[in-house]
């Protein structure tokens, strides 16, 4: 881990390339897929991965919740988290799917020893499971990830899931852990009113998109905590989600920000949202797509016939980092949903793609976080936080699977801190 957080070469096995040579073949790697893809996006891709040693040396800054920061002070960086958090519409999104059931819990009650386990496997039963509106002990948990060797988190929470800036600034301070707070918008079933589906008529593009330019240039709910980087949530990928997009696009190429595209259901519509994208005019080797699928999807019945089903699968993946796009892959904190019988078939498939991924060269174009998204996941819970990237990220890649130092660095230090930095 120590290796991992100084930087400094180390090796498994056989004696490590020297730096600069390993370098020259990733990149090398990446800009042969790339090209296969779109060949505009190879320069562009080799201009944004920086200067040796992993971080950009042209004057770009990290815009954290406590003021701009150099790209060498990122350090090892979890991409896709949530800190003060309203996850209630999930609850509202997904109830419907659930069997009848027979258990001892009611949607007011509070997350305790007596339901730990039941919410473990049902989390919408309560809402109180998915908030993390606990200052302190979000505090706590950002405390434990930067003892284990966390320098910065990428807050994905946005106005409608987002439960205060001025607190992500006050645990920023107390913990030393950088915070990049994040503008755009969630799926449209998690908005405020102004922004929700019925108003995207009247609203259009312009109104999304200064919301999002207000947040970054003047700060977040009058706080002066200023946004870093641009979500977009994509559901139903209606007209609402459709502005909100395009916006968040748009306020990319301004800004020269990057932004996370998080595929609800799958990646079916990334092909249409890297073309709104593109469109827009923001730059594809800035865009990481979430929540892209890694696994065949069986359903329930299916995978219980026939449990081969279910199975490592990297093509959709593939598809969008042949764009120049980053992919986020989240060692999650298990958050189940057994009344509608989504399953938890464990993570070996996933990770076992996501390995492949890395060993096919696209080690340049990948992050990681937990996905960290309610009180069901804390420390305080029984769950890992922030930290199961130290619990299980780092040890499965390192490990397990045989994923090199170099390749974690680059996945955990590199690409957070050249994303995260902008001109």
Same mark, same amino acid.
């Given at each position: 881990m120590d290796k991992l957080r100084a930087g400094a070469p180390a090796g498994r096995g056989a004696a490590e390339k020297p730096a600069a040579e390993k370098r020259a073949v990733a990149e090398g790697q990446v800009a042969k897929k790339l090209a296969a893809g779109n060949p &505009? +996006?190879?320069?562009?891709? =080799? !201009?944004?991965?920086? #200067?040796?040693? @992993?971080?950009?040396?042209? $004057?770009?800054?990290?815009?954290?919740v406590c003021g701009p920061v150099a790209p060498g002070?990122?350090?090892?960086?979890?991409?896709?988290?949530?800190?003060?958090?309203?996850g209630g519409f999930l609850r509202e999104r997904l109830l419907g799917r659930l069997r009848p059931h027979s258990l001892p819990i009611s949607e007011g009650d509070k997350l305790c020893l007596e339901n730990v386990g039941i919410l473990?496997?049902?989390?919408?039963?309560?809402?109180?499971?998915?908030?993390?509106?606990?200052?302190?002990?979000?505090?706590?948990?950002?405390?434990?990830?930067?003892?284990?060797?966390?320098?910065a988190i990428l807050d994905l929470s946005v106005c409608g899931t987002r439960l205060g800036a001025a607190a992500l600034r006050r645990i920023s301070e107390a913990t030393g852990v950088r915070i990049v707070a994040?503008?755009?918008?969630? &799926? +449209?079933?998690?908005?405020? =009113? !102004?922004?929700?589906? #019925?108003?995207? @008529?009247?609203?259009?593009? $312009?109104?999304?998109?200064?919301?999002?330019?207000?947040?970054?240039?003047?700060?977040?709910?009058?706080?002066?905590?200023?946004?870093g980087h641009v979500y977009a949530g994509l559901l139903?990928?209606?007209?609402?989600?459709?502005?909100?997009?395009?916006?968040?696009?748009?306020?990319?190429?301004?800004?020269?920000?990057?932004?996370?595209?998080?595929?609800?259901?799958?990646a079916?519509?990334?092909?249409?949202?890297?073309?709104?994208?593109?469109?827009?005019?923001?730059?594809?080797?800035?865009?990481?797509?979430a929540n892209v699928p890694l696994t065949t999807t069986p359903g329930f019945a299916d995978a219980l016939r026939d449990p081969t089903l279910y199975r490592p699968d990297t093509e959709s993946a593939k598809a969008i980092l042949a764009r120049?796009?980053?992919?986020?892959?989240?060692?999650?904190?298990?958050?189940?949903?057994?009344? =509608?019988?989504?399953?938890? #078939?464990?993570?070996?498939?996933?990770?076992?793609?996501?390995?492949?991924?890395i060993r096919e060269g696209y080690a340049a174009q990948i992050v990681v976080g937990?996905?960290?998204?309610?009180?069901?996941?804390?420390?305080?819970?029984?769950?890992?936080?922030?930290?199961r990237l130290f619990y299980r990220g780092i040890p499965v890649l390192r490990d397990a699977a045989g994923v090199s130092d170099y390749a974690l660095r680059l996945i955990m230090r590199r690409n957070p801190a050249t994303l995260l930095s902008a001109r």
């Open positions: &505009a +996006a190879v320069s562009q891709a =080799a !201009e944004n991965r920086g #200067a040796a040693g @992993g971080q950009p040396s042209d $004057g770009r800054a990290a815009m954290t002070e990122i350090g090892l960086a979890s991409m896709s988290e949530h800190v003060m958090y309203d473990q496997k049902n989390c919408v039963l309560a809402w109180d499971a998915l908030r993390q509106d606990d200052e302190a002990a979000m505090q706590k948990e950002a405390m434990l990830f930067g003892r284990l060797g966390g320098g994040s503008s755009g918008f969630e &799926a +449209a079933d998690a908005r405020p =009113a !102004e922004f929700s589906e #019925a108003s995207a @008529g009247s609203a259009g593009v $312009g109104a999304y998109l200064a919301h999002i330019r207000r947040e970054i240039g003047e700060g977040i709910d009058g706080t002066g905590v200023r946004a139903d990928f209606g007209p609402a989600e459709e502005c909100a997009l395009r916006a968040a696009a748009r306020a990319c190429g301004e800004s020269g920000l990057s932004m996370t595209v998080k595929l609800w259901r799958g079916g519509c990334a092909g249409r949202a890297m073309k709104i994208l593109a469109e827009e005019g923001a730059d594809l080797a800035r865009v990481i797509f120049g796009c980053s992919i986020s892959y989240e060692f999650s904190n298990m958050m189940g949903l057994e009344l =509608a019988d989504v399953y938890n #078939a464990g993570d070996w498939a996933p990770i076992s793609a996501l390995v492949a991924l937990t996905g960290c998204a309610g009180k069901i996941a804390l420390h305080q819970s029984g769950g890992e936080g922030f930290c």
